[in-house]
């Protein structure tokens, strides 16, 4: 079985190490396919983002041009620099980056040409309004030419667009799958891993218990054994085939007055007994010779003190090869037995409460065995770890050493006390003074003892507490010599440096262990005393002064014959004398007077020694056996059936302690489908914020398109359009116009979740600044008069708080009365969180729509009354979210309406 364990044991072990670097090599294989992957993707981001300020190039180009024949500004000049300069830069990136895609170089062969060629009939057209050179036939027919060339660059681009869209799904396909395999074998390799580990840890702790269990029963079964033999009332004998006796005990010795040499190698018959008894008890030993079963059997036996009823057990010893060799009987005197019945009867109820009390002691007992198990546990991890530091002393010094000039600065420093401090040699040398590295009250202790060092030449063992890189308390003893020049002057110092951390540990729990000595004295029920050689109390608890009737202050300093009477001193003093001369412990029953009744004591005497192995006193140990001596008999007859009650209630524990382990495992099990569910619902959430960027971003270009044209048609034919055509194509464009604020607004939505930046210390009134600026156009045609107090230092995103402010200060000037806007900002303290609020004195907004308002597209006016989307203040709520704090409303109508929104003080 041993050999089994250890096989299982080095097994698990090699299989779980296998495991694991097989894990790492897949692990990181996967992560750098998952890393190409990645880049890949963005690749693909980066020439659709191109391709789209391609289009968007030419169309704001386009679109100047269209500006500067309606206007004739010189600002459209300016704008269709920039859209032709941001065109050919795209084009440039473009042709960069699909340098590894022959069709892609390809179709911008194509490209180029036409788009230049667009490029220059835009220029041609602005340059001949720019002469006054062209009129209204050339334009239409230049708009006609731009027409087909740009028809022909959209399909060209679109085509471009659609092949990076099919690779950007492949490789965003390939990018989720290297993710599932990654986490795939990460969870299975190590979850394999693990359980091998525990499967083996758990066959080591078994393995270490089993052995120490066998060796503490062992030791424990051979005293238990001696003593038994030695001390035990019962009369033991042992007798060989011809039935002479081989062993008899004390008790047999005390019984029948004769030493144990008078039995040994004599027969029954040739002890004096009665003749018929002889034959009996030959017979009773003969019949266990015969059969190799146990008897029992009860005899008369007379003795000085009567006639005694004796019970025997026989029982045989057997050799290897299965016969008897000898016999081995216990023989009890069970008269006061026979007495004890009666009294055994009356005390079956006082036995069932005791044998409850019994059942709360092992339980305590239990706790008691599973606290010292972890004590130990913890003990072996210590031993453990100071043996792997003992096999480092040899390439590493045990302890700091440092060298410092003249003026206390650090000029030489050993790796090891440069781990203890945390710091660097940089850091260090030429840096730092030792005095800069010492607590307040250690400085005192330098400050007085440096110059008394440097005279002197040496310093032994002086304790500091230092101060280490990341603010904790390094306690060290330090010795140091000073090295001096031939005239003797001080040049520089050598110090050694020891960690006492664990030195300073132990003291105080050696005060622990002290004080829990003394409790434990002051607490036990029983007599505790320590005596000299002189026979003086030095120790004694307050249970042993209460018993004598006086103080633990008074026995101190006394002798036996200072506080027994003196036959009982004399016994007292012999016994401690036999403990110092032959050095052995003593386990006796002593009488001793107590209020005018006697009281038996077991009493446990050993030598006290000092720490050189020398007897220098007695240490003793006295309970109170009077109640045990008299319920001793009665509860030896009941030990078997406690036995049975206490298996019974171990059953139950037992069974309770597994239904927990079920209903652990259960609710570990619920706690990981929660995380699963968690991490689902997120990865959801991100698709749908990603999906409603991209699905709004695509859509501006189709309104683009209609608003452009509708305008062109309405410029270019205006005279063949009736007035109702013309007030459609008012409607159209204003629809688009305001499908694409809708768009922008739910992109800037969007927004808020994928494009946020990282959280950082925010100066809030810079934010607020930045939003007043943007607002600055709407505050002056308003004659809105803002105020505010000092804002706070917030963690924050900065763009998304100046967004968060523009949108309540935009709400509070639009949603105005009659006379000018007047809004206040402030922010205060509460608890952990700081609390903004803005307050306008606008039209207001009834209670029962305050939750509604935060909602996407909720709107209380119609678009006559007040313009908007509807999304303002659900931006509002999704940017306060994200930075972990809430937003709500107070409001009364006709008076004005309150915004209150929290930022945490400390974002984690």
Known sequence: MKNLSEKLVAGGFSLALLLLTGVGIASYLSVQRLMENKQRVEHTHQVLENLEKISDGLKDAQGARRGYILTREAIFIKTYRTGSQTTQKSLKAVRELTIDNPRQQRRLDEIEPLIAKRLTVLQQSIASLQQNKSDSQNQIDITNQGEKLQQELQGKLAAMD??????????????????????????????????????????????????????????????????????????????????GHTYVNSALEREAKIPPAGFLGKTFSELGLPAELAEFLQASYQKVFATGEMNVVEFNYPSAQGVKSIQSLIAPEFAPDGSVTSTLSISRDITPLKQAQLALERANEELEMRVEERTAALLEINQALQAEIAERHQAEE?????????????????????????????????????????????????????????????????????????????????????????GTILPVSLSAIAIKDAAGNFIMSRSTMIDISERKQAEAALYKSNSILNSVLESTPDIVFVKDLQNRYVIANSTAANFLGTTVEEMIGKDDNQLFPPEIA???????????????????????????????????????????????????????????????????????????????????????????????????????????????????????????????????????AVTGYTELLEQEYERHLDQTAKEYMGYIVDGATRMRQLIQDLLSYSRVGTRGKPFIPTDCNEALRQALNDLQVAIAENNAIITYDTLPLAIADKAQLAQLFQNLIGNAIKFRREEPPQIHIWAEPKDDLWVFGVRDNGIGIKPRYLERIFELFKRLHTRKEFPGTGIGLAICKKIVERHGGNIWAESQPGVGTTFYFTLPKDFN
Not at 219 to 243: A, F, W
Not at 573 to 600: F, N, S
Request: some cysteine; charged content about 30%; aromatic content about 6%.
């Open 570 to 704: 004399a016994q007292i003093i012999e016994a401690d004398r036999a403990i110092i001369r032959t050095g052995k412990a003593l386990v006796y029953e002593e009488v001793v007077p107590k209020q005018e009744k006697m009281e038996t004591f077991l009493t446990v005497k050993c030598p006290w020694r000092d720490g050189e192995g020398n007897i220098i006193g007695a240490i003793g140990i006295s309970r109170d056996i009077s109640e045990r001596k008299q319920a001793e008999a009665a509860l030896k007859q009941a030990r078997d059936w406690l036995e049975i009650r206490v298996q019974e209630r171990t059953k139950e524990l037992s069974e309770t302690n597994a239904a927990l382990q079920v209903e652990i495992a259960e609710r570990r099990e619920a706690e990981r489908k929660l995380e699963q569910l968690t991490l689902d619902l997120q990865r959801s959430n991100q698709e749908l914020e990603q999906f409603a960027y991209l699905a709004s971003h695509d859509l501006q270009e189709p309104l683009r």
């Open 162 to 243: 659609k092949e990076e869209r099919s690779l950007l799904q492949q490789r965003s396909a390939a990018t989720d799958a290297s993710v599932k395999n990654t986490i795939l074998v990460v969870v299975l390799g190590y979850s394999l891993s693990f359980v091998l580990l525990f499967g083996v840890y758990f066959l080591l702790k078994k393995e270490i218990s089993d052995r120490t269990n066998a060796e503490a029963a062992l030791k424990s079964s051979q005293r238990e054994l001696k003593t038994l033999l030695e001390n035990s009332p019962d009369i033991i004998i042992r007798v060989d085939g011809q039935l």
């Open 382 to 470: 210590a031993l453990k770890q100071t043996a792997a530091e003992l096999g480092d002393l040899y390439n590493n010094a045990p302890c700091g050493y440092h060298s410092l000039d003249r003026d206390g600065r650090f000029v030489l420093i050993n790796d090891t006390e440069l781990k203890m401090l945390g710091y660097t040699r940089e850091e260090i040398l030429g840096k730092k003074k030792f005095s800069d590295l010492l607590t307040v009250e250690s400085l005192s202790t330098f400050q007085a003892n440096f110059p008394r060092f440097k005279e002197r030449g040496w310093v032994g063992d002086l304790e500091f507490q230092m101060l280490c890189k990341d």
